[in-house]
């Protein structure tokens, strides 16, 4: 699955042309690396997410193309930031 249809349907970024933007902007890394919007993820890739002043480390868990508002949660992990 495309990385910003992942962002979408898990509800990291709400909207797919934000999360598109994101990317555009290289403000979305995966495994280190900074990725496009193009980028197909898989089970077990952390990615970083920049807001603004703020980072989302998370780590991919399953990756599902259509799930609820309440299974969003479980497409992935938080994980704490590095200090």
Same mark, same amino acid.
């Given at each position: 699955?495309?990385?910003?249809?992942?962002?979408?349907?898990?509800?990291? +970024?709400?909207?797919? *042309?934000?999360?598109?933007? /994101?990317?555009?902007?290289?403000?979305?890394?995966?495994? #280190? =690396?900074?990725?496009?919007?193009?980028?197909?993820?898989?089970?077990?890739?952390?990615?970083? +997410?920049?807001?603004? *002043?703020?980072?989302?480390? /998370?780590?991919?868990?399953?990756?599902?193309?259509?799930? #609820? =508002?309440?299974?969003?949660?479980?497409?992935?992990?938080?994980?704490?930031?590095?200090?």
């Amino acid at each position: 699955m495309r990385l910003d249809k992942f962002l979408k349907v898990s509800r990291i +970024i709400k909207r797919r *042309t934000v999360a598109n933007d /994101a990317c555009d902007m290289g403000r979305v890394k995966a495994n #280190g =690396k900074v990725v496009k919007a193009s980028y197909e993820v898989k089970t077990g890739d952390i990615l970083e +997410i920049g807001f603004g *002043t703020k980072t989302i480390k /998370a780590e991919i868990l399953n990756v599902a193309d259509n799930v #609820g =508002k309440a299974g969003a949660a479980e497409l992935y992990r938080i994980l704490p930031p590095d200090e």
